[in-house]
């Protein structure tokens, strides 16, 4: 897998490069090559199937990170494209126009997470949270605590329970 990061990387600004195992490698591309890199693999290097896009909320460095899992049956090698983008105004290109599924998986991303993808069939449509009006609830700085506390009643005979001490007192009764 290392031979082909080598062929590419004359063309392509690649940041990390980590070979998991022998069959899988992450690596972190720009986001403005991130679509043109993505499609060299699937049309000149034989990573032919999409297994799902998926992101991290870096909060602290006001960062998403996109994940991009793709694989080539042919030699069972699979590589994680990572790509970095702003979680203000979070935007990506969409590559549903290389595999129909992405669109799925974009639609997602934007209504969990408010990573927008321009141009990606149907990803303005409700999908999960119909007549959802919070922020993103996969986003770090959405508080379920809270929005559990204040959309749903508190039921008769209810308790509240600290998870540390409720545990202790399951597993050691006698402590």
Known sequence: MKEIIDRLQELYPIGDF???NKSLALITVDKDKAVDFITRLKNEEGFLHLSIITAVDWLEKNKF???YLINNPTTKNS???RVMIDRENAEMF???????Q???YQRELKEMF???FPGSPGVDKPFILEGWHEIPP???????KNY???TYFPREGRTKNVPAEYMKQKLYPDE
Do not use: N, P
């Not at 969409?94 to 129909?100: G, P, R």
């Open 114 to 116: 408010g990573i927008d």
């Open 18 to 20: 980590k070979q998991q």
């Open 65 to 67: 990170q996109l994940s």
């Open 79 to 81: 590589f994680v494209v």
């Open 148 to 150: 559990s506390e204040e």
């Open 138 to 144: 996969y986003r770090r700085d959405f508080d379920t």
């Open 94 to 100: 969409s590559i549903h126009h290389l595999w129909e």
């Open 102 to 104: 992405a669109a799925t």
